[in-house]
């Protein structure tokens, strides 16, 4: 057991010093989410910054508490990279989103206007 | 064993495979390869909401108090508890079973706390009205943009959303339960896979909540302005 223990200890890096470092800054990154909230902005922006420090803190977390930095590169490389991939491509729903908006609501501030009928040569 | 040591030695050969090639353990590899389907499925229910939202006209109800306060609260809790147990793991690792104990019912502690603040916050939401398919009546008076109303699927990915990741706290609080009780027969690294477990609840809360919280707060105070 003691032979496991060790084993273990050497896996285990990281000071409690660090861990709240890093406890910190996520308290940090979020009350700026909140400060944020109540700026005015356009949407697009905010959601964007909101985002950007989103995965700044999942980073911090996978990194430190679930202690990922301190793994072998081929388990990160074989767990981050397809998650990613395969999160990206949900966004291909978002061309058919905007699209139903528009549908939806095209009509509700002004009649459509009939395009100018092409030129017969 | 040999295999290991060898891999151990010569970083170039991860890739020809041999018996231990990520040096993690199968059950913490495993436990890996849930969170990793488990974020999918996070994902997705996240992208729903964002569809939804971009193609409805969409309320913005969250006062300061109570949502915002509580909320924040919340991810406060949610935080805290991730540190109590990456020391629990830490005092795990030393051998010191019985301060690996008290760190993790703290964990407990907090993932409990964490889900009665949100159980509240539900009550608040459900007071004034708000149910998987229709708005209270005084949001969709205040929240209709150029004569289209707010859409009433605010609701249905609210409490999807918060529910079920309400429902991941709660499973592993009682995770934790168990791993606190038998902490002694447990080896270190079954220890740490609960911890693994837990962060990652944490991590995806850290996407609700600017997204569903922050997102959606009332800036202007419309829903009280009407009120009055």
């Known amino acids: ?121 | 064993m040999s295999t290991e040591a060898r891999v151990g030695h010569f970083p170039a050969v991860d890739w020809e495979g041999g018996a231990f090639p990520y040096r993690v353990g199968h059950r913490k590899l495993g436990m890996w390869l849930f969170i990793v389907s488990d974020s999918l499925t996070f994902s997705a229910l996240l992208m729903g909401y964002s569809y939804l939202r971009a193609s409805n006209v969409w309320p913005t109800p969250f006062p300061f108090y109570p949502s915002i306060v509580f909320s924040s609260v919340m991810t406060f809790c949610l935080l805290s508890s991730s540190l109590t147990m990456v020391f629990g793991v830490s005092a795990s690792s030393k051998g010191d079973k019985a301060k690996a104990r008290k760190w993790i019912l703290a964990t407990i502690f907090f993932g409990v706390a964490f889900i009665v603040l949100h159980l509240i916050e539900w009550q608040h939401l459900l007071h004034e009205g708000l149910r998987p398919f229709y708005l209270p009546e005084h949001w969709v008076q205040v929240f209709t943009s150029n004569g289209v109303p707010p859409s009433p699927l605010f609701g249905a990915t609210f409490f999807a959303i918060t529910g079920l990741h309400m429902f991941h706290v709660a499973t592993g609080a009682v995770y934790l339960g168990v791993v606190a009780a038998r902490v002694n027969k447990l080896k270190h690294e079954d220890v740490e896979i609960s911890g693994l477990y837990w962060h990652f609840v944490d991590l995806v809360w850290m996407f609700v909540f600017p997204l569903i919280y922050i997102m959606s707060v009332d800036v202007g105070g419309h829903l009280a302005a009407a009120a009055h």
């Open chain 1, 1 to 121: 057991m003691s032979d496991h223990g060790a084993h273990a200890e050497e896996h285990f890096a990281g000071s409690n010093k660090l861990f709240i470092s890093i406890w910190v800054w996520l308290l940090v990154l979020t009350l700026l989410e909140i400060f944020l909230a109540y700026r005015p902005m356009a949407i697009h922006f905010m959601l964007t910054i909101l985002l950007g420090l989103s995965l700044i803190k999942a980073a911090l977390i996978m990194a430190y508490f679930m202690h990922l930095k301190f793994e072998r590169l081929s388990l990160i490389l074989t767990l981050i990279p397809a998650l990613v991939v395969c999160i990206l491509l949900l966004f291909v729903f978002f061309p058919d989103s905007f699209r139903s908006l528009g549908l939806r609501y095209q009509y509700k501030e002004a009649p459509p206007v009939a395009p100018a009928p092409l030129e017969e040569p």
